[in-house]
């Protein structure tokens, strides 16, 4: 009980809602460890890139002992030898969301789903459409997220007669997916449905639709599980009654069950899936976080 | 092959072929013939003048021989061998350098990279700095110039920075010099240094071709004259035929009257301007002195005595302080620029293409930038009144504009200087200080500016003339001051101010002008 | 570069000066001719709408800018200052929402235009007083004011209050005469900016800094006080802009503004001003922007680039438009 | 600006210009005693070694950047120009792998050093014999790169053969007597670039073309292929950076090299080179990029700054640090 353990944990800055929803449940979980537990000390350290969290991690390990690290990685490949570096000093290694391209190194996974936030939104909007109609998607960042979200959607569209009129990268951005689909609207005279692979460009979005006052979208998806578009659904909007949950809150259950490694309690190791379940009225509450920025 | 070499050769040494021949060359700017015609032989050895009045074209013809511009039509030969030049390289290549009326040097490089630039000498890879600073340590000592090599440029004072071009002339071996105005900026021992060179390169066989507005050094050195009017060639004259009266007719094309207009007698009015213990860039430059209504006051020195440091502190434009400032008779409220002109007193630069005219902004513009309230009255800049500006200003100043619509820094030089003392007389100054007033200005506009200022001080203004040009100096002004080495050192008024008294006063102790500079 | 140019041609008849203050409109309309081509739908009623409205952010904040690179300066915190702005603006009017109801609206635009002004007299000082390169100090306080959107929405939104939204919504979204206010607000704005810059002896002097510092200080003109207020001029623009933002989505994020300033000096300089100072085209700066919006939007009507390729094909179209414009000038 | 700079203050003596060419070494003690001040750790062996180490990318594009900003140029595309470079080194190497083994990684490096040269020259004739503002092509170029390696990349990332990673380590993680193999490259590259600088033809006439290029026109400088060289050195540059960046992320992604551009003029800013040109600092961009890299690294460190205000601290410490130079300079 003497010992002092120090967590360090690497996150990428709050570059739109998601990652800010990271950044404040992960600063939260930081309070709370450290009100539970005195004897640990997290460290939490945001970084705008992916060469500037390889940075953060070299000053993190050349300046403290680390006893564990939890990690959110900027991108997959690049972070891999990095974190790897880090681990062969014998720390503990939590990877969160964006997996590392060689799993042998974490101890410990906790991650989403993206392929099933694809299949899953794309299964209930094959069973809406009745297996055909016409479609535009908006995409995030080009990432393994990103891919393996469209991926999962397409694998699941390509199977019926649906079809995919146009995609295009929105890197997550609102302002960016309003312009979009304003322009999407403009060349699609009809257009059924949309699917926006993240709840910030979802806004956007339903902002661009409402504008134009068309009503032949049957559908705006989102998904991720902001705030805003859960109340939608709460609330039973018609055009967008699911959602796919992808909480930012991972980075503080994968920090509590790091903790618990040093606690004395039951070590945990493995993978842990959140798995991607529709969020429908009936079951929002369970996802909702009124005080979460996201 | 062979045939032709000798044949070349054969006319080299004829003693009659020109070294250099212009044959009908005429130039023009868009629909503007600014050069019509001009036909010129050039021999080895001669210093050969060419003059005529501001925007007559002779820096245009200048730039046509040294492949600075290309000519409408016409045609250029060496020794009787037809040459033409895509740029001044080619030129240069061919034994034809040219001296620039303006300063055309790089800022951030020294004294040597820009007097090597573009033929830098090195071993191996790596440039030879200290063969170049030897050199140019050389050739400065030979123009009389006191910069160190390693200098920067930019830091220099202009007349240092024509020292340079000239310099960067001499550097190699040359078949034809052209110098375009070379002591507009100079002081008398610099001017005679650079006569000096000027005898050593004929007495070497170089061709000199030298302009200049002031007709006594061109009756010191020419052997021939050539005098251009309004682009067109009006002919050559050996110069012992000409006095300077006759070369004047004829670059005008009239009579002239008086250059100097007659003196007023000793002002007796109030002082407009006195000014005690000015203390400019940290106490480098100190002075106190009083201007009275209806008075020329002159200031005198050699270059970099602190003359236009003096003023410019006076001015708000460097860092200064002051005892005390009074403008009629009331102390200047906060010593700045704005505060200056609002109490009526404006300082016309010496250096009108750095900090006088925006060269790349049309006329109207320039003449109202220090005077905007006068097309201003209201929120609206009046268009209407401003072209009325210009109009008036281009007659009572006579500047010389092929097109209103042209940009400032097309203008000759001379007609650049008339825009410039129109701008600052604009806003209608009770004390108008003028740093080098006719820098450029060709012998009939100068007698213009003489009886402005003239006039000026009758209609009870003060004005303070600082010139390089002695008998400027003496011509005009009803008292002198002469500075040295930041300090005033003498003061003459009535029969004690002349040439002489000037040059010693500015020159006596400290260095020696005479022995000292010329080695 | 600049000066290579001016010697290269003799240029100095008003006909060919005038060729060359078109060319962005003539860029503009080759590029609009693109479009038709491209997709019929292109010219519908409504695609030329939302891109006029969408072009009036870039438009609007290239007016303060046209001032700023005039004087010879630069302003890389647009982007971000858009964002900070927006996120005071939010919150002042927020926070009023519950005492005066609908006046919040104007009252908190009042209190963005002053923020916005007082952002750009802070960019202004520190260069001119400071005297350091205005490129350091903006890209200093572009991460500043980034980092204070960040840190006022806690990484996430912030939104206006729900009360404010539909009395707001028609700033963004509403037209008079079927002309949508965005434009209507980017118009006068340029008006202004043209009468002041062109018209009167600030704008006078602008151009006189920019084009010659030197003989500006000797003709008496407050060198620093002109740069100082273009950089007030900008932020003023820029909280003009975020007032027309807000009800486009209601909310102001970490990304909100995001590279606009690239967007703003690249609306500038295809419109005709030069990044080196002395010359400002002001309807050449709206041009411009127009320009970057239609060139986006024929991306996404077009059916023929892949989505990877889209900037490529942007950045290709930017420095063709330029290398056209270059041509039109020469001739 | 820089005019009336330098007619406000007389500055003469050599002794005065030296304090001046001394300021950025003396921002970068004041920011190491910082350092040490905030964390004991800050001089710990191994977090300057990282440091030094890090700061190679910037420095080694900073040092052609300041070949470009001296003759008064600027390059917008660095950033995204490396990450391209970088696929394309990766793509080489994983082709060749198979066929000749670990050979693969200097033939894939002599890849990158062409790849890279051209892309320089590219921009540069864009500029010099298009006759457009660098900005603009540039940002167009910046565009151009960055689909490239999105496309290429797919969307995700490009990662470097497994096969040859352990034989390519070194190059980023070795040491030769201690000193990293980044840093020694650094230096090298900083040496060769001083020596070109200021040792021979050509590096004067980059500083003339920067300082008036008429001028130097008139001395016979072919001003356009001086311009386009700088670039394809600045192109040169980015390629050694991406042969040194491999190793160390083993991939490249389309975020590869994101924003570096302004960190890297930022460098070259803060190290005493002048935007506008003229004025070449090679020693003074490599303490501005060891000065950039140990602000994060303090920031890293130190735990007192709320991580949503960590970006408005280094942005004024960026403002502080050249206020201080102009103080320094001033005196
Ligand atoms: N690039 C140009 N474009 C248009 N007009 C020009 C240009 N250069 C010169 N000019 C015009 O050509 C005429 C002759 O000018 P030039 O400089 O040759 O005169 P100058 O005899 O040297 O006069 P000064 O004694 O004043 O130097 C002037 O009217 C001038 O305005
Ligand atoms: N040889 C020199 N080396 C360095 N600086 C010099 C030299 N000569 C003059 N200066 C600088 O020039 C300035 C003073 O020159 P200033 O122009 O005031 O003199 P002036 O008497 O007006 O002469 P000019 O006829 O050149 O205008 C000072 O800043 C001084 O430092
Ligand atoms: O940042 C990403 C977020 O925007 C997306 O919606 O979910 C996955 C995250 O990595
Ligand atoms: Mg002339
Ligand atoms: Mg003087």
Known sequence: QDKEFTIAVSIPAATHGWTGGVVYHAQEAEKQLEAAFPNIDVIVSTASSATAQVSSLEDLSATNELDALVILPFTSEELTGPVEQVASNGTFITVVDRGLADPSIQDLYVAGDNIAVGANTAKWLVDKLGGEGEIVVLRGIPTVIDDERIKGFRDVIDETDIEILDIQYANWNQDEAFTLMQDYLARYPNIDAVWANDDDMLLGVLEAVDEAGRDDIKYALGGNGMKQVIEMVKAGDERTPISTPYPPSMIASAMYMTAAQFAGQAPMRGSFKLDAPLITPENADQFYFPDSPF | MSAALTRDEAIEYAPEAPVLHAEALSKAYGPITVLRDVSLDIRAGEVHAIIGENGAGKSTLMKLLSGHAEPTSGTLSMSGAPVSFDDAVQAEDAGIVLVHQEILLAPDLTVAQNLFLGREISRGFAVDDRAMNRRTAEVLARVGSTARPTDRVGDMPLAQQQLFQIARALLDERKVVIMDEPTAMLANDEVDALFDIVRALSEHGVAVLYISHRLEEVEALADRVTVLRDGRMIGTWPAADLDQRQMAELMVGRELSMLYPPKRGAASGEPVLAVEDLSVDHGRVVGSFTVRAGEVLGIGGMIGAGRTELMEGLMGLRPAQSRSIAVAGTSVAKHDVDAMMAAGVVYLTEDRKGKGLLLNEGLGSNLTLQALDMVNPSLRLNGRKEAQLLQTAIEEYDIRVGSLAVEAGKLSGGNQQKLLLAKVMLADPSVVIIDEPTRGIDIGNKSQIYSFIDGLVRAGKACIVISSELPELVGLADRVLVMRAGRFVAELTGDDITEQNIVYAAASSGKDTEGGKRT | ?331
């Not at chain 3, 970490?254 to 085209?281: C, F, M, S």
Request: a positive charge; charged letters at 10%.
């Open chain 3, 1 to 331: 570069m600049s000066s290579a140019e001016r010697a290269a041609g003799p240029q100095s008849e008003g006909f060919k000066i005038r060729w060359g203050d078109l060319a962005p409109f003539i860029a503009l309309a080759m590029i609009v001719l693109l479009g038709v081509l491209i997709n019929s739908n292109f010219m519908s009623g409504n695609n030329i709408l939302n891109v006029m409205t969408r072009s009036a952010f870039i438009a609007i904040i290239g007016v303060g800018a046209t001032f700023v690179i005039a004087t010879g300066g630069l302003d890389l915190s647009v982007g971000s200052m858009m964002a900070f702005v927006t996120g005071i603006m939010i919150m002042a009017m927020n926070a009023m929402a519950p005492a005066i109801g609908v006046w919040a609206i104007p009252a908190g635009a009042l209190v963005a235009l002053v923020v916005g002004s007082l952002c750009g007299l802070m960019n202004g000082m520190i260069i001119t007083v400071g005297r350091i390169e205005p490129f350091i100090v903006t890209l200093g306080t572009m991460g500043i004011f980034r980092a204070f959107i960040t840190f006022m929405s806690d990484g996430g939104s912030l939104s206006i209050d729900r009360s404010l939204r539909s009395a707001y919504r028609p700033v963004y979204f509403g037209d008079f005469l079927g002309i949508p206010y965005p434009v209507l607000i980017t118009i006068v704005i340029a008006l202004v900016g043209a009468f002041l810059l062109y018209r009167t002896k600030y704008g006078r002097r602008v151009t006189a800094v920019g084009s010659n510092a030197d003989v500006a200080r000797f003709s008496g003109v407050h060198v620093g006080r002109v740069r100082t207020l273009a950089f007030v001029i900008q932020g003023f623009c820029v909280a003009v802009a975020a007032i027309c933002y807000v009800p486009r989505l209601g909310a102001a994020t970490p990304t909100t503004g995001q590279l606009w300033e690239l967007q703003v000096i690249t609306a500038v300089v295809i419109g005709g001003t030069l990044l080196r100072g002395g010359k400002a085209h002001i309807w050449g700066t709206v041009a411009g922007a127009l320009i970057l919006e239609i060139i986006a939007n024929v991306m996404v009507l077009s059916d023929m680039v892949s989505e990877y390729l889209v900037a490529a094909v942007q950045g290709a179209i930017i420095i063709i438009a330029m290398l056209a414009h270059r041509f039109t000038k020469a001739r």
